[in-house]
T-cell receptor
């Protein structure tokens, strides 16, 4: 089955700096890669996703990059704000065939 | 809020007892999932169902059981065979089988189960 590894487990940045979270996956057949944000005591919510037919996707301050050859993908948050503080999860799946496999999460803390 | 509801929010169970967690969705999604969340371990898949009356084991199904008799409902039973049941349980749903099967998964608010 799929195995997703996520690094770092914790990340502390100053407000306004950039944050990068990296994930690797094991199954080359995986083709869907979402990122979820979970604030304390709340449910995970999708913030951005990418499919294997593109290498990069942006949404305002958030971007995701995918390297299929190396089987890794990354989340980039620019101009971080205190409200970005949360736990972020990456995930991978084969659309139509398998449920999401999640990474272990990254706790991001943005210092004001 | 979000169309997927879990109940109860907090649940306490005595050792040796079975307990059932409720998950209901009104999003008309075919696929539903149960995940377990432990500190530092992310979300691990317990069971999932792509369609009514069908479900498959996930990575950590031992000690759990599910049913999918209705499209909108996917209850999870934590049995006495589950050795370490204290955890946060999340239910999710997505559109369903086919090309759009794994587009956005919507999560419920979760149930925190504690064995006392």
């Amino acid at each position: 089955g799929e195995n997703v590894e996520q690094h770092p487990s914790t990340l502390s940045v100053q407000e306004g700096d950039s944050a990068v979270i990296k994930c690797t996956y094991s199954d080359s057949a995986s083709n869907y890669f979402p990122w979820y944000k979970q604030e304390l005591g709340k449910r995970p919510q999708l913030i951005i996703d990418i499919r294997s037919n593109v290498g990069e996707k942006k949404d305002q301050r958030i971007a995701v990059t995918l390297n299929k050859t190396a089987k890794h993908f990354s989340l980039h948050i620019t101009e971080t704000q205190p409200e970005d503080s949360a736990v972020y999860f990456c995930a991978a799946s084969i659309e139509g065939r398998r449920a999401l496999t999640f990474g272990s999460g990254t706790r991001l803390q943005v210092q004001p | 809020d979000g169309g997927i509801t879990q109940s109860p929010k907090y649940l306490f169970r005595k050792e040796g007892q079975n307990v059932t967690l409720s998950c209901e969705q009104n999003l008309n999604h075919d696929a539903m999932y149960w995940y377990r969340q432990d500190p530092g371990q992310g979300l691990r898949l317990i069971y999932y169902s792509q369609i009514v009356n069908d479900f498959q084991k996930g990575d950590i199904a031992e000690g759990y059981s599910v049913s999918r008799e209705k499209k909108e409902s996917f209850p999870l039973t934590v049995t006495s065979a589950q050795k370490n049941p204290t955890a946060f349980y999340l239910c999710a749903s997505s559109i369903g089988a086919g090309q759009a099967a794994n587009t956005e998964a919507f999560f419920g608010q979760g149930t925190r189960l504690t064995v006392v």
